[in-house]
């Protein structure tokens, strides 16, 4: 039996997802690794086989009637990311396999002339490691430098130590809305209005907050925001980057090869416009098609709703949670999303991960691609339960007796 929420229909909504009604080593599935991966609807599934099924076929350049059939799916796909982040143009997204590809193309693209020696760039200390390499690979190329936004034990930015960091050297700033280890929400519009104050451009890795709140990319004043496909109950393999048209436009290309290029000769090669530049070679088209439909998807529930349930279940799981004895919160953040990292006094996170596991429950351990986040508290990794709109409050009760019996055989 499963509560439902005066705003979702839970059990109804429960049935659109197969893979949940399955048994993990003999016990129902629990799944709890959403910001790791989310689930597939049905109607995603079903669009992916249709796809196949009835349009299969390179787009852009075919002027047979399947091609033109995939492309116009392809490019109403790129409409709906457009709608869905409310950017005012559709070429301002540009698809990409996730939001790593996403910052690598930033990062890389800025290192074709744009950032200097001496320039700043700042991430914050709540990154994941995917916004924080290529910055170093940046630095490496330009002589530029790393400069790390400093956070609390809360797991919260420390705003005043980002604004004596903002200079006339700082040219960009990277960070997350919301941090993957610790759901910290970061109160990004306020910072992104500090870093253009200084005249840095600003990108937002919305990864973690794409699924679970709205997203005005106009009203942040975003230069660049991206997410991935697979954290919105879409494909792998796909995601998108918003960038604002002059900026996109000012950027050198990423890749090199076809679909980006106008002329080529073996001189030299003039180069596609906007989107096309930064999407070299054959998409992941399939994906690319389906994003649309894991949008439509999380449209018909409401973004409101989804955003006011999950806030409901964290709310629930935090203070059930809080009662269990040896129980460590790591990141308690005042503005947090569906994510509890936690440990339980004394004991290794990965041995208690296994033992959930075997009572069919699925969280992360370790340090979720966020080892500095680790290091600041000086643990070897946490254990997240990430929820989704699809998870109830007997899954967190399921959770907490599974706790109850690791603790009870680890100790
Ligand atoms: N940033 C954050 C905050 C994330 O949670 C993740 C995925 N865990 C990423 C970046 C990387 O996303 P992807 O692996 O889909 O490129």
């Not at 690598?104 to 914050?124: F, H, M, P, Q, R």
């Not at 416009?273 to 999380?298: Q, S």
């Not at 994510?339 to 033992?355: A, C, E, Q, R, T």
Request: hydrophobic share 40%; aromatic share 8%; charged share 20%.
């Amino acid at each position: 039996m499963v509560s439902d929420n005066a705003l979702l229909h839970i059990e109804k909504i429960r049935e659109d997802f197969p893979i949940l009604h399955q048994k993990i080593n003999g016990q129902p599935l629990v799944y709890l690794d959403n910001a790791a991966s989310t689930q597939k609807p049905r109607l995603v599934l079903d669009a992916i086989t249709d796809y196949y099924q009835t349009i299969n076929s390179n787009i852009h350049r075919g002027v047979h009637l399947l091609s033109q059939k995939a492309t116009d799916a392809y490019e109403l796909s790129r409409e709906k990311v457009r709608a869905h982040l409310n950017a005012e143009k559709a070429h301002e997204i540009i698809f990409t396999r996730g939001v790593t590809e996403s910052i690598n193309l930033v990062a890389s693209s800025l290192g074709k002339g744009l950032i200097k020696k001496g320039d700043e760039i700042l991430i914050s200390a709540l990154e994941h490691h995917s916004n924080i390499v290529p910055w170093q690979f940046l630095c490496a190329q330009s002589g530029a430098i790393l400069k790390v936004i400093p956070m609390n034990e809360k797991g919260e930015l420390l705003l005043e130590a980002y604004r004596s960091l903002l200079s006339d050297k700082t040219k960009f700033v990277a960070i997350n809305h919301v941090s993957n280890a610790l759901g910290t929400v970061n109160p990004v519009k306020e910072m992104i209005a500090q870093a253009h104050d200084v005249g840095a451009w600003v990108l937002i890795d919305g990864a973690q907050s794409v699924p679970h709140m709205p997203v005005d990319v106009q009203a942040l004043d975003a230069d660049f925001y991206t997410f991935s496909a697979h954290k919105i109950y879409g494909p792998t393999g796909i995601g998108a980057l918003y960038g604002k048209e002059h900026l996109l436009e000012l950027l050198p290309p990423y890749q090199g090869g076809g679909e980006m290029i106008s002329t080529v000769t073996f001189e030299e090669s003039t180069y596609a416009g906007l989107p096309h530049k930064f999407e070299a070679g054959t998409p992941n088209i399939e994906a690319g098609v389906v994003l649309g439909t894991a949008i439509d998807y999380v449209h018909a529930l409401g973004l409101e709703n989804i955003a006011a349930y999950e806030q409901e279940l964290l709310r629930y799981a935090h203070q059930k949670m809080s009662a269990f004895e040896g129980m460590e919160f790591y990141g308690t953040a005042q503005h947090k999303a569906s994510v509890i990292s936690f440990n339980l006094k004394g004991i290794h996170p990965y041995d208690v991960g296994v033992i959930l596991d075997k009572l069919g429950i699925a969280v992360r351990t370790g340090h979720h691609c966020a080892q500095p986040i680790m290091d600041f508290y000086n643990i070897p990794g946490t254990i997240r339960a990430s929820f989704a709109f699809y998870n109830t409050k007997e899954e967190v009760e399921i959770l907490l007796k599974g706790l109850a019996k690791a603790r009870a055989m680890l100790s």
